[in-house]
């Protein structure tokens, strides 16, 4: 039994020494790969960093664009409209520098372009650091991006009409709609219409057109083409940055909305949108439309108020601004109710723009400063246009 022993120990022998130099040939490997990775961590933190300033150079290229925009009366501004020749550094001619904290010196170049409606300018930015200098050893990095600013046209502005529907409208007997004492934003008719307009008994239409008379061609226009209506109705980027903005304003609803003595809603922008939320289609159904009355003693509201869907305003209310319905829009008042501004009803599901009011003034009268500006409650600057600023790989 102790010879067994003895042998099997024997064999053995020597069996440490080689685990050993495995263990340490292991041991080395991985110090090995430690050593490669903590020499290109370095690199590769460095090549983070020269990314992240680059996508913030850009940034700052966008900012200097909307900037510029907004001050076209500024040395380093930039005219409105844009001019047939863009100038340097806006037509990404130069590279713009911004010094880096801490990482020398970098700096971006921008292009601005006219974009859609007149309104609109397309932005490219891109963010380079430390350089673009071809000649310039130095490792580079740069990033891309594409965006659109736009700025919130007012109706008022560029609609021929005091009262703008698409579709049909009915004037009740003994309403009016008068467009001739403010000429501020033009002159402008007192009704117009891709539909019919049904007068009743003393209904009057006046528009600026020089003299007295009521219902004559100058005064309002019907069967008009429905596209006229696209050089001046709010566009669905318009609608979608109004919507933030009432959003972040605390004046956004859904649904059906009443309005009155007790629950007039803040001046300013009031955004009112489909049931869903979702933007109005030929597949929209009628359940999913806004719908909003503000009526009774209601006082008087002054601003904007966009309705994703129907409005209707009654009783003794008030409107001093934009009244923006995308379906119908019926006014039905008395006393001292009306609205001082303008009226959009764009129809889009079918609806019709009906006029009723019992005695007192004109149901409506165009007044340039409450449609536009909602007697200075409101006031939009150049914006990013929402869904518009991407990033793009070269």
């Known amino acids: 039994m102790k010879e067994g022993t003895a042998a099997v120990l024997g064999n053995q022998r020597g069996v440490a020494i080689p685990l050993a130099l495995i263990t340490l040939l292991v041991l080395a490997s991985l110090l090995l790969e430690l050593s490669a990775m903590s020499a290109t961590e370095p690199s590769i933190a460095a090549n983070q960093l020269r990314s992240a300033q680059a996508a913030a150079l850009a940034d700052a290229g966008l900012e200097r664009a909307i900037w510029a925009l907004a001050h076209p009366g500024s040395a380093q501004g930039l005219a409105d409209p844009l001019p047939a020749v863009i100038p340097s550094p806006y037509d990404g001619s130069l590279l713009v ?42 490792a580079k990095a740069h990033h891309r991006l594409v965006a659109t600013i736009m700025r919130i046209r007012a109706p008022a502005d560029a609609a021929p009409c005091a009262l703008c529907a698409l579709g049909d409208l009915e004037v009740a007997a003994g309403a009016a709609a008068d467009a001739r004492d403010d000429t501020t934003c033009g002159a402008k008719l007192g009704a117009w219409t891709s539909g019919t307009a049904v007068m009743g008994p003393g209904a009057e239409i006046w528009g600026a057109d020089g003299n ?84 009774g003693g209601a ?96």
């Open 97 to 138: 520098p911004v010094t880096a904290a801490g990482a020398g010196r970098g700096g971006f170049r921008l292009t601005v372009a006219p974009g859609g409606g007149g309104n609109e300018r397309d932005i490219v930015a891109v963010g380079w650091t430390p350089t673009d200098d071809p000649g310039d050893a130095r």
């Open 299 to 394: 006082g008087v509201f002054r601003g904007w108020m966009i309705v994703s869907g129907t409005l209707e305003i009654s009783g003794s209310a008030r409107l001093r601004g934009l009244a923006y319905a995308l379906n119908g829009f019926a006014y039905r008042g008395a006393g001292p109710g009306g609205v001082e501004g303008q009226v959009v009803a764009r129809g889009l599901r079918g609806g019709v723009t009906v006029i009723q009011r019992m005695g007192g003034g004109p149901a409506i009268r165009f007044d340039c400063a409450a449609a536009r500006s909602g007697d200075g409650l409101i006031s939009f600057g150049w914006m990013l246009k929402p869904g518009s600023y991407r990033e793009l790989p070269d």
């Open 212 to 295: 007295a008379l009521s219902n004559e061609p100058g005064d309002i226009a019907q069967g008009q083409p429905a596209e006229r209506a696209d050089a001046w109705a709010f566009t669905s980027g318009e609608l979608a940055a109004l919507r933030r903005l009432a959003q972040s304003r605390g004046t956004y609803y859904r649904g059906s909305v009443a309005f009155d003595g007790a629950s007039l809603p803040k001046d300013g922008l009031v955004f009112v949108d489909t049931v869903s939320g979702a933007p109005i289609s030929d597949v929209t159904p009628d359940t999913d439309l806004a719908r909003v009355v503000v009526g």
